[in-house]
């Protein structure tokens, strides 16, 4: 390189760096950028009284009465509720136009009456919204923000944007059970500094009846620590190659997801795989596939996990309570985990909210 095109190249660097400061200025950065340095940060935990937004990123509910509903559902937990202004859209599949959704949840963030954020449904459309979110003001405004299903996007996005802790867990469309309100208080409310999480419910073993639905089976042993990262495993995929992809080095990865046969399961786990993520992977945990469609010529779940993960070695459990069931846990993405497959626990190392 010459001297002269050594200082144009100079000259270009210095330019492009000049307009990122600008953009930076307004609020415009391409979200990638705001990735760089990001510290984790956490949200205030809930009380007693607390104002909770409700918003529809993805798709909606079918009608205006089961909105309703889910307002009731955020009060009966002890808080208020407050409706995005444009809860009761619908477009086909999606809950009103892309910039509609988004500026309900940009707004709920800049909303200083506003404490946490709350998913009625997931569906599809969230990951439309990726490019549309207020980064910076999400980043100085950190609030509890769940969900599940097609949410892991934006939850998944935030994270690694803002280094804001969010969370994978229940929708105020569907009730709690207790299993799922117990794990909600004393993940969200009432913090400890370390937390077993996602353990199967209680069972009541009779003579002639055991545990069937709630079975932990370990694929690859052995314990791992890292920061959580996951959520519905076809969400996560569409990840992959964006400015949104979480950081998968040494991570404890948790994955469930719902409808996907065993082929369509290994499809998008050997996608994963190709990529190298898998093997950055500190431990995998895996939540329950539901509804998975099995038919009289497939390799079972099971075969399939094993299949994929045995090779790698990395510490493996599958069972957690974690996807499209009933009793579901909350899972802090962002926070300190820990995975001991023989004993079939995931401890949190640290509390998930202030």
């Excluded at 469930?256 to 945990?285: C, F, K, N, Q």
Aim: glycine content about 10%; proline content about 6%.
């Amino acid at each position: 390189m010459t001297l002269s095109q050594h200082n144009v190249t100079r000259r270009r660097l210095i330019k492009a760096a000049g307009g990122l400061a600008a953009l930076a200025s307004t609020g415009m950065l391409p979200p990638k950028a705001l990735a760089q340095g990001a510290q984790t940060t956490k949200p205030d935990r809930l009380r007693a009284g607390a104002t909770v937004g409700l918003v529809t990123p993805a798709s909606n509910v079918p009608e205006n009465e089961d909105l309703l509903a889910a307002m009731d559902l955020v009060r009966s937990l002890g808080f208020q509720a407050k409706a995005a202004p444009n809860l009761r859209r619908r477009k086909q599949y999606l809950a009103g136009s892309d910039q509609q959704r988004a500026d309900d949840l940009n707004g709920m963030f800049a909303d200083d009456e506003v404490d946490a954020i709350f998913c009625v449904r997931g569906g599809y459309g969230s990951g439309r919204l990726l490019r549309d979110l207020d980064y910076q003001t999400i980043a100085s405004h950190p609030k509890i923000l769940m969900g599940y299903s097609d949410i892991t996007a934006i939850l998944n996005a935030i994270n690694v944007k803002t280094g804001m802790v969010t969370y994978h867990g229940p929708i105020a469309g569907d009730n709690f059970s207790s299993y799922t309100y117990e794990q909600f208080q004393r993940i969200l409310m009432e913090p400890r500094q370390v937390t077993r999480i996602a353990e199967p419910p209680a069972f009541e073993q009779q003579p002639g009846v055991v545990e069937r639905e709630n079975r932990l089976t370990p694929i690859v042993p052995g314990r791992a620590e890292g920061k959580l990262i996951g959520g519905n495993l076809s969400l996560l995929v569409t990840l992959l190659g964006t400015p949104f992809e979480p950081d998968f080095d040494g991570a404890i990865l948790f994955m469930e997801d719902v409808s996907e046969p065993p082929y369509s399961v290994d499809r998008m786990l050997t996608h994963l795989w190709l990529t190298g993520h898998l093997e950055r992977t500190a431990g995998i945990v895996f939540g329950k596939f539901t509804d998975d469609g099995y038919d009289s010529n497939t390799l079972s779940m099971e075969q399939v996990l094993r299949e994929r993960f045995e090779p790698l070695g990395i510490p493996t459990l599958r069972g957690a309570m974690i996807g499209h069931i009933e009793d579901q846990t909350v899972v802090p993405i962002g926070v300190r985990a820990r995975l001991d497959v023989a004993d079939g626990t995931l401890t949190l190392l640290e509390p998930a909210v202030r």
